[in-house]
């Protein structure tokens, strides 16, 4: 099957998992449970997406978001939506602080679509009155898990 789809930053060309980067080629495939030395491709339905997005109030206690999952996350944006000068902190698979490594300004966005975090996601604000927007994409067929 012969495919061209432009993701992110590469592009992915000839039969799929070929990955083509400018000035090189190479073979892209993950370990496949159950097979001694067997490949997988990456998956046609990785450049499509089911979107799920919201937006939560976020205060100064950490607040888990969006919850790991046995699927596979294809994208993953996260916006200070704040209503003023809020500093947000994000932190994956523990609970965000203020020392967490992730810090979003206002109306700051960071978007992950190379490198997905699968893990869970936890957000905390400088103040009470802090707002997060998220918005992921996850492997068509299979339900994210989203706390409320």
Do not use: C
Request: proline content about 5%; aromatic content about 8%; cysteine-free.
């Amino acid at each position: 099957m012969s495919a061209l789809l432009k993701l992110g930053m590469a592009e992915f060309e000839g039969r799929l998992g070929n990955t083509t980067l400018p000035g090189r080629t190479r073979e892209y495939a993950l370990p496949e449970t159950g097979r001694r030395g067997g490949v997988r491709p990456l998956p046609a339905a990785h450049a499509y997406a089911n979107v799920n997005q919201g937006s939560f109030a976020i205060g100064t206690t950490s607040r888990l978001i969006i919850n790991r999952t046995a699927q596979r996350r294809n994208f993953l944006a996260l916006r200070n939506s704040s209503p003023a000068a809020e500093i947000l902190f994000v932190a994956f698979n523990t609970a965000a602080t203020a020392g967490s490594w992730l810090r979003l300004t206002a109306n700051q966005v960071v978007l992950f679509d190379t490198v997905v975090p699968q893990d869970d996601v936890h957000v905390v604000s400088d103040s009470a009155t802090g707002q997060v927007s998220y918005g992921f994409g996850v492997l068509p067929g299979r339900a994210q898990s989203i706390r409320r």
